[in-house]
């Protein structure tokens, strides 16, 4: 049974910092496109960071230079570290599998909020 568990999520102030985690079981991880998303509440689910299985990272431009995509292969876990946070940033988080099969996480909340 193929699991992701996103964790990390929280509240945090403007300019604060936070590092989300997700897990993966089930899956051979180091040979799947990971990729972090994100929901804001009205809005469209849009994608924020991509890393492929060679490491390759790829990002939106709302979050370049303030978001860091990464994974650790041994532990079967993506990070997403993110810094400088605009309330523009609240959303929900998911991560996301893919290789010829798409998996997704249940999502973490993220509010910046002062």
């Known amino acids: 049974q193929v699991q992701l568990v996103e964790s990390g999520g929280g509240l945090v102030q403007p300019g604060g910092s936070l590092r989300l985690s997700c897990a993966a079981s089930?899956?051979?991880?180091?040979?799947?496109?990971m990729d972090w998303y994100r929901q804001a509440p009205g809005k469209q689910r849009e994608a924020v960071a991509t890393?492929?299985?060679?490491?390759?990272?790829n990002y939106a431009d709302s979050v370049k230079g303030r978001f860091t995509i990464s994974r650790d292969n041994a532990k079967n876990t993506v990070y997403l570290q993110m810094d400088s946070l605009k309330p523009e940033d609240t959303a929900v988080y998911y991560c996301?599998?893919?290789?010829?099969?798409?998996?997704w996480g249940q999502g973490t909340q993220v509010t910046v909020s002062s």
């Open positions: 996301k599998a893919f290789l010829i099969t798409t998996y």
């Open positions: 089930g899956i051979r991880f180091s040979l799947y496109v």
């Open positions: 890393i492929s299985s060679g490491g390759t990272t």
